[in-house]
């Protein structure tokens, strides 16, 4: 099955997003990674804003995907929670930053649209890992000493976290030890 050529542009924006940043890519760059021109990229995505927003947006439902199949997945939250993790080390192993952390770097300099894309997406996974936290509480018998907000926050800093650290010095370290502890930890 051949790939698009929107599609193919997609893909290779992303890794670029998540491996030098929005600003420091062009449509010159991706003309010349996919073998087109830079007119044909214009008929696709009449601006580079166009291109992050229809990014971000595939990108947010390919994530709702795989949330809810790991929802489906694992009856036990704690179980989910550590399989989230997973999405963050399977970013760190194809040497990408995670889409979030990666617009978050810039989020000043990006769009308005792009902003408001990563802060949904941002919002989504804290969403997402507080319901987890708040269903696991009730599963294991845990007393949490703030709110599960708090700790959703607190666990997801240290994945992004730690993929910002693991890509400056590489990977010498397992990028999942910080969230583990901390999620080992909660009760």
Known sequence: ???STRDALLKSAEIHLRSKGYAAFSYADLSEEIGIRKASIHHHFPT???LGVALITQYIDVFTEKL???DAAHADPVERLREFGGLFLASANDHLLPLCGALAAEMAALPESLQALGRQLMAQQLDWMESNLVQ???LHGWTL???PRDYAFMLLSALEGASFIG???GPSTDPL???H???DNLA
């Open 1 to 3: 099955m051949s790939v």
């Open 181 to 183: 502890y901390m999620l």
């Open 48 to 50: 580079k804003e166009n």
């Open 145 to 147: 000493r703030k709110p």
């Open 177 to 179: 030890a910080a969230f």
């Open 68 to 70: 809810q199949a790991i």
């Open 167 to 169: 890509w400056a010095l």
């Open 136 to 138: 696991a509480a009730q």
